[in-house]
């Protein structure tokens, strides 16, 4: 079973009711592009040899583990309240955009650079699009 057909499976059986309401299918892509952002980030950092790299690999680093923490958050909807969600949004978005322009500045050295920059822009997009998906009466 892959990995959408099991959350949205999971998240079926949730009652509505219990839930915060925004776009269900934008939490999933979100979750994936978190996973797959933390993913890039985690090889690019490992990548990051070079004495000039340490902002670089830091960044990658902190990045990952922001995209760890907000997929798991994400994985525990009956638990959700928008303010705290919002602001974990907000706050992955713009580690997400610091990790792409770091790895930006760094592109011509590696395509591996590169595919991390453009995790990490899909990252923040998909946060962007859940963000605008939540309900204002929710927050």
Do not use: F, V
Not at 112 to 119: D, L
């Amino acid at each position: 079973m892959d990995m959408k057909t099991m959350m949205s499976g999971m998240m079926a059986e949730a009652p509505a009711d219990m839930m915060m309401p925004m776009d269900q299918a934008l939490m999933q892509a979100c979750m994936e592009a978190c996973m797959a952002c933390e993913q890039a980030c985690t090889m690019c950092a490992d990548m990051d040899m070079g004495a000039n790299m340490a902002m670089c690999r830091s960044m990658c680093m902190s990045c990952a583990d922001m995209c760890h923490a907000m997929s798991r958050m994400m994985m525990r909807p009956m638990g959700m309240q928008a303010a705290p969600m919002m602001a974990m949004l907000q706050a992955m978005k713009a580690m997400a955009m610091a990790c792409h322009a770091e790895c930006m500045a760094h592109a011509e050295m590696s395509e591996a650079m590169r595919m991390c920059a453009q995790a990490c822009m899909d990252c923040a997009d998909a946060c962007d699009a859940l963000m605008a998906s939540m309900q204002p009466s929710a927050m």
